[in-house]
């Protein structure tokens, strides 16, 4: 399996140079805007918190981009021609499905420490802001319910792209010479289960309101969100979507094994 | 003589239409066997299902005595008739590639081929031509110790020249403890190789049998007897 995350990021070189590249160039194109500002850091200030806020949205259209190739790539694995070499190895559908999550992680992570170096390069540049943070970045990072609440948002990004991973392997055992059949099935059965799970979350959600994760994950950073109150976040539903996530994992290999139809 | 491919009446159908039925076969170690029929006669479809890409509806499907799947993978040679291999991979990276996940990959063997074929490591695959592709797949395919070398149209993209270079690595690179499924419109070409003959049409065999006793029994090439079969085919 780690073989095969090797090479898939092999083929993605480019595409994460390009990515980075882009970023970088946001990066400074946001840290222009502190130009003239050095002589009056207190000024700055207010100015300086709008702009790593840019820059974290910015981060997540990045992620998001990245997860709808992970999507694309996987489905031209099955629906086009180098499927052939990816299905044709000795490997079992869990491995190859395996290494479509690990390089989901990697994107995750790689996301996650652009996301903070862009903060740190804004940091230094920006005198205003790097007053405001600089003496919450340490404990911050620190903060225990942060990353749980990390984790905890992984877990379910992950299980969603399972979901989506089982929906496009389903419609492909399905049929062959109907491709473009095979593709309108595969968005109907994704959007089937994630409709199905939202109703049933909602459901769920309304049965057992009083279950809640309480977190403080910013609580070492009071300047953002509910600084040291408890947050309260849904704990039913995020937990039957991971179980959801984990079915249509152990679905998607078994049909990979047995069931497929390139 | 053991058998390295047993196919029993095996039959797969999609949604919409029947690709095999009934299709029965054997293949003994040591023999080139011809898959011969028109296009949508379901070559293809068998070679998929041998190469474990494809998951029989009915029937059974023995691979050195192996149901398809894993380990039957990692003893099946398979060649597409599409380029199954990425564009950003050069021609050695595709041969790493292959060195990582097959054991039974030969490096110094594939080494060997690209020089027969004029091809270079560090030429990227996105950049070579149809042929030139098909001859880095090619040397991929027999670069592997396999016990069984499933190849769907492997002179597709070749010009005679190339095609008599790959024939002759083909000769050269057949070993007598593996077999070898070969399908091409190129009848004339090949046919020599084949010890035995399987034609397809419409997912069904409609003849089959050693290549030396159809063209005894019928006093005819291999070719002339493709036309005799499939002449309906020719005529729609």
Known sequence: ?262 | MSMVVQVSHLTKRYITMTALSDVTLELPEGHIMGLLGPNGSGKTTLMKILAGLVSPTSGSVLIDEMAPGIRTKAVVSFLPDVNHLDRWMSVGEAGDFYADFYLDFDRKRFDELLGIMGLTAVQKIGSLSKGMVEKTRLSLVFSRKARLYVLDEPFGGLDPLARRQVLDALVANFRTDCSMILSTQMVADVEHFFDDVVFLDDGHVVLSGEAEDLRTRRGASIEDIYREVYGHVEAR
């Open chain 1, 1 to 262: 399996m780690w073989k095969l995350v090797r090479y898939q990021l092999r083929g993605r070189r480019l595409l994460y140079t390009i990515g980075l590249i882009v970023m970088g160039a946001l990066t400074l194109y946001q840290a222009t805007r502190f130009i003239g500002m050095h002589e009056s850091p207190v000024q700055s200030a207010p100015v300086s918190m709008n702009v790593p806020l840019m820059m974290a949205l910015f981060w997540v259209v990045f992620y998001m981009v990245m997860t709808v190739i992970n999507i694309v790539t996987y489905t031209q694995d099955l629906y086009g021609d180098t499927g052939y070499l990816v299905f044709g190895l000795p490997l079992r559908g869990a491995q190859v499905l395996g290494s479509r999550i690990v390089l989901l992680v990697i994107d995750t992570l790689m996301t996650l420490l652009g996301g903070m170096t862009s903060v740190i390069v804004l940091a230094c540049l920006a005198p205003g802001l790097a007053q405001q943070i600089r003496p919450w970045v340490g404990p911050f990072l620190l903060t225990r319910d942060y990353w749980v609440m990390c984790l905890g948002v992984l877990a379910v990004i992950v299980s969603f792209m399972s979901i989506m991973f089982f929906g496009v392997t389903f419609g492909k055992t399905l049929t062959n010479s109907k491709k473009h059949l095979g593709s309108i099935f595969s968005a109907l059965v994704v959007i089937a289960v994630l409709w199905a799970s939202a109703q049933f979350g909602i459901m769920l959600e309304t049965r057992f309101s009083g279950v809640r994760l309480y977190l403080r994950p910013w609580e070492n950073l009071p300047i953002v969100g509910t600084g040291t109150q408890p947050a309260q976040f849904p704990l039913i539903a995020p937990l039957m979507f991971v179980m959801l996530g984990v079915l249509a994992f152990v679905m998607t290999s078994w049909l990979m094994d047995r069931k497929l139809n390139l």
